[in-house]
């Protein structure tokens, strides 16, 4: 039996983020039946961190960005059901402690 494996992922950082950080987009062909990710590793803010709340986005031309749901972040994995197809990021929207957040390494998946 061969495991599922997503159509793609990367590995990427935040250093020293603040509220409304996006990252950089990524294409999503739908083209398999998993979810879209985002690990958090190695949490680090200029206080002490607990949580942070992230939101993925569909990005779309001439219109507003259609978000899909903020999900809390505890320096783990955050996921949201198969958005379909399209150019994507998220968007660092609150945490806990502090004015900057910095993660590395951040993995994402779709």
């Known amino acids: ?54 939101n993925l986005y569909q990005d779309i031309s001439a219109a507003p960005d259609r978000g899909y749901g903020n999900r809390t972040n505890y320096c783990n994995y955050s996921s949201w059901s198969r958005p379909g197809k399209g150019s994507f990021y998220f968007k660092l929207v609150d945490f806990s402690g502090g004015s900057v957040l910095s993660v590395k390494p951040v993995y994402i998946n779709w």
């Open 1 to 54: 039996m061969t495991q599922a494996q997503a159509e793609n992922s990367r590995s990427s950082y935040m250093e020293s983020w603040g509220r409304g950080n996006e990252s950089n987009r990524w294409y999503d062909n739908n083209n398999d039946a998993l979810v879209t990710g985002v690990q958090f590793s190695n949490c680090v803010t200029d206080s002490s961190f607990n949580s942070a709340t992230i």
